[in-house]
């Protein structure tokens, strides 16, 4: 292998992996948070759309638009995370870790995952997720493999990126089913709302500082947020709940 | 079919909006500024984050005082 096509294939392979990430933090989140069937089938999906679009642009796929599609997902990924960063919060702090049950202030028929109908909201999730992300894979293939005439190694990079993040995301899994509901929702919650902040922001156009980390930033900005508010939410709950307890 | 298309449309209420409108509209308008900001050429980055921050805690506050109304009642 050429020095020119290792350069392309280690570019290629870690700038799909950063994606690759992403797509399974939200594919492996919504599997667990809403159930696995409805997570797989949007992902598929959405692998299905994404093949149809790069079977249909080929290499003039960086003519969609990007930006206006990382808005749209990004504004909703965000709204979905905030409602779900808040039940997770809610949920914590009346209940620990026990999570939802009866008398669950957060407690919402739409929390329901149907049992004998599709669960729609477990599939547009994990549909959004492949979609954006598997088409961010496709433009870093095209950029970095067309311009350096090295298509087929940036194909086999990203494709090797992918699986890998996947065989990871998959051989951790058992382990994070052992975490308790209501703190998986929270957890989901921080990753939908810190992606479609920076999604959203990012497609309207503005830079942010450090790039692709600045995801992680938004992250830990979160998390402390989150760690305070429900410090709240649990006092106000114990104060609450004291006279009861006496009256009883 | 009318009731299907009513159920269709509940679904992306309930999907896009979720339990509290506010959130939905706050995140809405906050893009709107973000892009006023951009295009004036001025710092943007930093407004998102912070109407996320403040968005949640008006939220939870509302839904505190929601939790109050229902049990007094």
């Known amino acids: 292998m050429s020095n020119a096509a290792l350069a392309v294939a280690v570019t290629t392979f870690l700038a799909s992996a950063v994606e690759a990430i992403e797509m399974v933090a939200i594919v492996a989140g919504v599997g667990v948070t809403r159930g696995w069937r409805a997570s797989i089938a949007g992902a598929g999906g959405g692998l299905v759309v994404l093949a149809a679009l790069v079977a249909v642009f080929g290499l003039a796929l960086t003519a969609i638009p990007i930006g206006i599609l990382r808005l749209v997902v990004g504004a909703l990924l965000l709204i979905v995370g ?5 039940k997770g919060i809610r949920r914590l702090a009346a209940q620990g870790m026990r999570g939802a049950g009866p008398g669950d202030p957060a407690q919402t028929d739409e929390d329901e995952v149907p049992r004998d109908r599709p669960d729609w909201t477990g599939f547009v999730l994990s549909f959004k997720g492949v979609l954006l992300e598997g088409l961010e894979v496709a433009f870093i293939v095209v950029t970095f493999g067309s311009t350096s005439n090295q298509l087929g190694v940036a194909v086999v990079a990203a494709a090797g990126a ?3 993040v996947a065989a990871v995301g998959l051989a951790i899994q058992p382990l994070v089913r052992r975490i308790p509901r209501s703190s998986l929702q929270l957890a ?4 939908l709302t810190s992606f479609g902040t920076f999604w959203a922001v990012e497609g309207i156009g503005v830079d942010w500082p450090g790039s692709d980390a600045a995801i992680v930033g938004l992250l830990a900005l979160y998390v402390l947020v989150a760690a305070g508010y429900f410090a709240v939410e649990r006092t106000g709950w114990r104060l609450s709940t004291v006279p009861r307890a006496v009256s009883d | 079919m009318l009731s299907a298309i009513s159920a269709f449309g509940r ?3 309930r999907f896009i909006v979720g339990d509290d409108w506010s959130i939905a509209a706050a995140v809405l308008l906050g893009l709107a500024v973000t892009y006023v900001l951009h295009r004036r050429a001025s710092s943007a980055w930093w407004l998102m ?4 921050v403040v968005v949640l805690g008006v939220s939870l506050y509302r839904a505190r005082l ?3 109304r229902s049990t007094r009642s």
């Open chain 1, 82 to 86: 905030l409602n779900w960063l808040r």
């Open chain 1, 162 to 164: 992918l699986v890998l």
């Open chain 1, 188 to 191: 989901v919650g921080l990753l």
């Open chain 2, 11 to 13: 679904f992306w209420y």
């Open chain 2, 49 to 52: 984050p912070a109407v996320v």
């Open chain 2, 66 to 68: 929601d939790q109050r």
